[in-house]
């Protein structure tokens, strides 16, 4: 009889057997794949597992200090790379879309072969795919979508290991999400909303700076945390602020402001195929935009994006 635990149990006992006292090496983007693989690894080999955790600077409001709160924790050799400044000064005059992807997956690649080199040589390179990512062309779901994208910036071919172990391959996604509350993970890890694998960085329009991705991060905490607050979120499947290029005029007091325009985008979907905007409620959205120009000074104006997909993506680049 099929149930959670027993799968579990079994699947710790396949890994031990598997890996032995061999060591094996993880990249840990704090996606719901990737941290449920640390969890159950974390559970069959403790410090035989070694995360690297590359911190490109275009995560969302404080995720990289919560990223290193749960696996900092955790029977793991975890490892944090603060490369924020490696990929600013990549990024510093970048302003195409598939341009700044390739310069984020490209630069993540490096950061996580120069971190693996410094470890030597792993027996295994564990990832985080799921089933879908399996059978990626009959499903055509999320996960093979996010795939697709993730593979812009090429797969570490400079990394030092035999064989390649995949724990989660036989699992659907609502499955991986149970298996990582099973194993204790925190539940807004497990029930993470798809982020794109170059963050923020392709949610900042035109040139990404510093100042623009902390100007974006707390907008988009404002706009999720008064989702959160009015019971809207549990509906969407996405949601999140974007950080135009355009600045417009507004008055405050006797002073004319000149500031960015924010988009705000929520979205229901089933599969990331197609997308319907959500309906939220106008006394919500007006919230949101009283508290996001009062406490943020840099934006000036608040649009909401009643576009569907197609013909609309989801993200604006
Ligand atoms: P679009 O914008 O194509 O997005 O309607 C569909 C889904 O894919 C995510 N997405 C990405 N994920 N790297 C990723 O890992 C990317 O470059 C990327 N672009 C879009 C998007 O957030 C949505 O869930």
């Known amino acids: 009889d099929w149930n959670m635990e027993n799968y579990l149990d079994s699947e710790i006992a396949r890994l031990k057997e598997r890996i032995g006292g061999k ?8 996606g719901v794949d990737s941290s449920v693989c640390a969890a159950l690894l974390s559970r069959a080999i403790g410090k035989q597992l070694t995360c690297i955790f590359v ?7 404080k995720e990289g200090d919560a990223i290193e709160e749960t696996f900092g924790k955790m029977d793991v ?20 879309p598939e341009a700044k992807r390739k310069a984020i997956g490209e630069e993540f690649i490096r950061v996580f072969e120069e971190e ?13 795919t799921i089933y879908p990512d399996v059978v990626e062309s009959g499903l055509g779901g999320e996960s093979a979508v996010i795939k697709s994208h993730h593979n812009v910036g090429g797969l570490p071919e400079h990394v030092d290991f035999e ?13 991986v999400r149970r298996l990582g509350i099973l194993l204790g993970l925190p539940k807004e890890m497990v029930w993470r909303q798809p982020f794109p694998g170059p963050g923020l960085g392709i949610r900042v329009m035109g040139e990404v700076t510093p100042e623009k991705v902390d100007l974006l991060q707390k907008a988009d905490f404002i706009f999720r945390e008064e989702l959160d607050k009015a019971g809207e979120s549990g509906s969407l499947s996405q949601c999140f602020a974007v950080l135009t290029e355009q600045r417009t005029v507004g008055v405050v007091g006797d002073f004319r402001t000149y500031g960015y325009t924010l988009a705000l985008r929520a979205v229901t979907t089933d599969d990331f195929m197609t997308a319907d905007f959500a309906r939220i409620p106008y006394d919500v959205l007006e919230k949101i935009s009283t508290r996001i120009i009062g406490e ?16 609309a993506t989801i993200e604006w680049e």
């Open 77 to 96: 050799n975890f490892k944090r790379v603060n490369a924020q400044a490696r990929f600013f000064g990549k990024l510093a005059g970048v302003t195409e």
């Open 23 to 30: 060591k094996v090496l993880l990249a840990l983007s704090g």
């Open 296 to 311: 943020l000074p840099g934006i000036g104006r608040i649009v909401y994006d009643v576009t569907t997909k197609p013909p």
């Open 116 to 128: 693996a080199k410094a470890i030597g040589k792993v027996d295994f390179l564990a990832q985080g």
């Open 163 to 175: 064989d390649i172990v995949e724990p989660l391959n036989m699992l659907f996604k609502d499955e």
């Open 55 to 61: 911190d490109h600077g275009l995560m969302r409001y």
